[in-house]
T-cell receptor, first 115, second 116 residues
């Protein structure tokens, strides 16, 4: 079974500092990888996704992530964060052929951006 | 604007009562999903439906039931058999039932259920 590990449950940073949110997955086959963001008391929205091709994926709000197959990682980065980036971030994995292969979410990382 | 609506936003129920959470989408998406979110637990799949009049159990279906009589609607009933129902419930949809979980999920704003 697939699994996703988000290594940090909470990440506090100062405004305009860089941030990296770590995600590792366990799978021996090809995967699709996603990062979703959840603002307080709201649903999730897609930040970015890796399906195939370039390992560096750019998303919304200045975020990017790099797929590293050898390290089975998909870390999320932003070079300079804003107060408005304060939210919870979820990494998720599934298999490319869809069907009944479910989307597995990590437990989330709460990013707090302080002034 | 297209999207997913969930109602109510907050719901309180007494122990032993069944309660139904609404989920409606006007995105013309084929597949719909229900997730449960608990603090520090991420999202766990309750039920999903890839086509009208068909649905499948997810990882934590016990104590829940669903129906999919219309493409745009996927209500979730939390029954009295669910031992710990207090949680945040999220409904989602994806455009193509063939891709299903491999497709981008579009989420509603959620319903927070509290059992008193």
């Amino acid at each position: 079974a697939q699994s996703v590990t988000q290594l940090d449950s909470q990440v506090p940073v100062f405004e305009e500092a860089p941030v990296e949110l770590r995600c590792n997955y366990s799978s021996s086959v090809s995967v699709y990888l996603f990062w979703y963001v959840q603002y307080p008391n709201q649903g999730l929205q897609l930040l970015l996704k890796y399906l195939s091709g370039s390992t560096l994926v750019k998303g919304i709000n200045g975020f990017e992530a790099e797929f590293n197959k050898s390290q089975t990682s998909f870390h999320l980065r932003k070079p300079s964060v804003h107060i408005s980036d304060t939210a919870e971030y979820f990494c998720a994995v599934t298999k490319p052929w869809g069907g009944s292969e479910k989307l597995v979410f990590g437990k989330g990382t709460k990013l707090t951006v302080n002034p | 604007d297209g999207g997913i609506t969930q109602s109510p936003k907050y719901l309180f129920r007494k122990e032993g009562q069944n309660v139904t959470l609404s989920c409606e989408q006007n995105l013309n998406h084929d597949a719909m999903y229900w997730y449960r979110q608990d603090p520090g637990q991420g999202l766990r799949l309750i039920y999903y439906s890839q086509i009208v009049n068909d649905f499948q159990k997810g990882d934590i279906a016990e104590g829940y039931s669903v129906s999919r009589e219309k493409k745009e609607s996927f209500p979730l009933t939390v029954t009295s058999a669910q031992k710990n129902p207090t949680a945040f419930y999220l409904c989602a949809s994806t455009p193509d039932r063939g891709l299903s979980f491999a497709d981008t999920q579009y989420f509603g704003p959620g319903t927070r259920l509290t059992v008193l």
